[in-house]
């Protein structure tokens, strides 16, 4: 089983970046076919961008396309997500998720971490 820990948020304003980061433990993350969701107040938990276990295809909703970019970093067991442009409606909870599958749902979750836009 492994565990996840999300880091890297905060605020920032309209056109910034950040990058957010998920670090494993108990397994490696190249296990795992690694995912980041997003939550903003009052929706619903959406998809954000996901990656291969072996790091050679990822793919991106169509919001945040061509400003965001998941990446691995496995000597450090993490998961990047560098976020650019940012706009206020990229406002909401951060979460990186792991699935031990190469489709389907995921089966790990972490905490989360806030990434506030400002106008």
């Known amino acids: 089983q492994v565990q996840l820990v999300e880091s890297g948020g905060g605020l920032v304003q309209r056109g910034g970046s950040l990058r957010v980061s998920c670090v494993g433990s108990g397994r490696t993350l190249d296990s795992y076919r690694m995912g980041w969701f997003r939550q903003a107040p009052g929706k619903e938990r959406e998809f954000v961008a996901t990656i291969s276990m072996d790091g050679r295809s990822s793919a991106y909703a169509d919001s945040v396309k061509g400003r965001f970019t998941i990446a691995r970093e496995n000597a450090k067991n993490t998961v990047h997500l560098q976020m650019n442009g940012l706009e206020p409606e990229d406002t909401a909870i951060y979460y990186c998720?792991?699935?031990?599958?190469?489709?389907?749902?995921?089966?790990?979750w972490g905490r989360g971490t806030q990434v506030t836009v400002s106008p």
């Open positions: 998720a792991a699935s031990p599958y190469p489709i389907g749902s995921y089966n790990y």
